[in-house]
């Protein structure tokens, strides 16, 4: 602990000598131990057990049938978490108290929505998938905790997906085992918002909004990782359950692959710029990341994890670094499993992107080599 006090001590002194801060540094403050951060969560959520099991009793005893009324106390939950919030003066027991009466109040208003209209026709719905989305996105800019903010930015990526799956395939007979179509669109445009979002991270903290996306950031990774790996593996999954031929002629694998393969080469030349490399070495790099998602465009996954890897080394993050690894291995696994390949095909592809990495490291290696002897 001491230690790290004096590396924050002499960074910050660095940096003053520099003239890029001034004063002194904030006091650092004692961070209470995970097991007793573990036990007081605990508590909050036992707590919030007993309250919402008296709570819901009532309710549903006295209007069951009463969707309005229902929704009604769902909001008043929301709105009651939205408050503990704001007052919890870093209480972790009320922190988690105040997460489950908001995910409880979540699931009210969305069961007395459609206890209202047919619940049925309503979860078919794009306008209802859309309007939960938007619910997130209030709770989000309303609600400051940063796990609050995490799930609800996942339940708006959530909401997002069901609502354009549903506007692009209206009246499907299977809707539900149609989602990598969907998918295999967001996927690469939440790895493009994190690729901004990786790239402008200093100007964020400038500007006095990085804690306020940081949390969206983590969860759009999260989503764009597991949308990958679901359209990795699976085209029509219906069709791969019923019916091979049909499901190996479905393509949602080849656009999310290409696209991402797209994102990932406009972080390496960004990156080539920012670190600036010489003209010979970004293009090499540039060509090596085309040719690397070219013979992985069927496995978008695998591209996907590579481009994290990336945003993660270059941010210095170790979550993201470790969510990267794991996508990149279960990329891999959920690829040379997939029904909709042959193995002969798996095998050339997996070992011609290892071929062409390798390749591309010894390139590199000599070219660097042979400018330090210069």
């Not at 590396?7 to 961070?31: H, K, T």
Request: hydrophobic content about 60%; proline content about 3%.
């Amino acid at each position: 602990m001491n230690s790290d006090r004096l590396a924050v001590q002499a960074l910050w002194q660095e940096l003053a000598a520099r003239g890029l801060v001034q004063g002194q540094p904030a006091p650092a403050q004692a961070r209470t131990p995970w097991a007793v951060r573990l036990l007081m969560g605990l508590a909050g959520w036992l707590g919030a057990v007993f309250f919402l099991v008296f709570l819901l009793g009532s309710v549903f005893v006295a209007a069951r049938d009463n969707g309005a009324a229902i929704a009604f106390c769902g909001a008043a939950m929301i709105a009651l978490a939205a408050v503990l919030y704001r007052r919890r003066a870093g209480g972790t027991a009320l922190e988690q108290f105040a997460l489950a009466i908001s995910l409880s109040g979540q699931g009210l208003l969305v069961y007395g929505a459609g206890a209202i209209y047919d619940g049925s026709r309503l979860l078919e719905s794009a306008a209802f998938w859309g309007s939960l989305a938007l619910l997130q996105a209030v709770l989000y800019a309303l609600v400051p905790n940063r796990l609050h903010r995490f799930l609800a930015a996942l339940g708006v990526w959530t909401g997002v997906a069901l609502a354009l799956h549903l506007a692009m395939m209206p009246g499907l007979h299977h809707a539900w085992q149609s989602l990598s179509f969907a998918l295999g669109w967001l996927a690469p445009l939440a790895l493009t918002l994190l690729t901004g979002f990786v790239l402008a991270e200093a100007r964020l903290c400038a500007a006095g909004l990085y804690g306020w996306i940081e949390a969206a950031a983590d969860a759009t990774l999260l989503f764009a990782l597991g949308a990958a790996v679901f359209v990795t593996g699976i085209g029509q999954p219906y069709a791969l359950l019923f019916d091979a031929d049909t499901g190996r002629h479905t393509g949602a694998y080849w656009v999310a692959g290409a696209l991402c393969g797209a994102v990932l080469a406009a972080f390496v030349l960004a990156e080539s710029g920012r670190l600036r490399l010489r003209p010979a070495v970004r293009l090499a790099a540039l060509l090596g990341a085309i040719l690397f998602s070219a013979l992985l465009a069927g496995a978008p996954a695998v591209v996907a994890a590579a481009l994290a890897l990336g945003l993660a080394l270059r941010r210095g993050s170790l979550p993201w670094l470790g969510l990267a690894i794991a996508a990149l291995g279960g990329g891999f696994i959920w690829y040379y499993s997939a029904l909709h390949w042959t193995l002969l095909i798996k095998s050339a592809t997996l070992a011609g992107a290892g071929l062409a990495v390798l390749a591309l490291r010894m390139g590199l290696t000599r070219r660097d080599g042979a400018g330090r002897q210069a």
